[in-house]
């Protein structure tokens, strides 16, 4: 409706139609509210289990992530143990007859460089899991070459035996990171149902508030506005001023609200 049209309304038009709107909502609203209401017990229970279903896969790259962490501290306190042990037996001659290859791939130096850059670095999954391959293959080369030294020098043995745990550890961190990683795929898909859920929930719940809150005030609205279509637009026994003695003045030729305004305060000054 354009402003000339919309000006042209009569107030009594206006009020039959809020009426008529009033009236219209008190019908309809219980069946909004009841649709409103089965679709969020529906839904409330799909949100619950997305809720937990999400916290559970969270939970599941927590619980890897602190066996890796805890994992890879012992192994890297091992690994410590095995550097000093190989010094030692290096200066008593133990370790002379190394096998050249051994020497080559210095795998302390390498395993000490790995867990540092791990430590140290900010790096992805993708990243860290690359370096743990890299160190699984390092300690995989030189498995047989221990075995066989263990048995011609007993004097390795305790260098052995922290070897044996730190490999256990390492190996164990990484498959808690492999696990992690699993986990981390889980729950962002999970993450995005939870979203999407909690999202449409809450949109029903402001749609089921709203419509509870429209119905509650439908019974006093439509006795107003049957009222003054009634008796007017004017009920000073009510409280309620004549909601058209402005436009009534201006019409009679009187000054508008605005005018009487100005000259009050201009008659102030």
Do not use: C
């Amino acid at each position: 409706m354009d402003v000339q049209r919309l000006m042209a309304v009569k107030p009594k038009e206006l009020a039959e139609g809020l009426l008529a709107r009033w009236k219209a909502l008190e019908d309809q609203l219980p069946t909004v509210i009841r649709n409103l209401e089965a679709e969020e017990e529906t839904l409330a229970p799909k949100v619950k289990r997305a809720v937990e279903a999400h916290k559970s896969a969270n939970q599941s790259v927590a619980d890897n992530k602190n066996k890796r962490n805890k994992a890879q501290t012992i192994a890297r306190e091992k690994l410590i143990e095995v550097r000093e042990s190989v010094e030692t037996l290096s200066k008593s001659g133990g370790m002379v007859s190394l096998d050249p290859e051994w020497k080559k791939m210095k795998l302390l130096e390498d395993l000490d460089n790995i867990e540092t850059t791990i430590e140290t670095s900010a790096m992805d999954h993708k990243e860290e899991g690359r370096l743990i391959s890299k160190r699984r293959k390092l300690i995989e080369e030189n498995e047989k070459w221990l075995k066989e030294r263990r048995n011609s020098n007993p004097e390795m043995a305790s260098y052995l035996d922290s070897r044996k745990i730190m490999i256990s550890n390492f190996k164990a961190s990484e498959n808690a990171h492999s696990k992690m990683l699993k986990a981390v795929e889980k729950a962002q898909p999970l993450y995005e149902k939870m979203i999407g859920l909690q999202a449409e929930i809450r949109d029903i719940r402001r749609q089921l508030d709203r419509a509870k809150e429209l119905y509650s005030q439908s019974s006093d609205a439509i006795a107003l506005w049957e009222g003054k279509i009634s008796t007017g637009f004017g009920d000073e026994v009510n409280g309620f001023d004549d909601l058209l003695i402005d436009m009534n003045r201006v019409l009679s030729g009187g000054a508008s609200s605005f005018a009487m305004r100005k000259a009050k305060k201009e008659e102030e000054e």
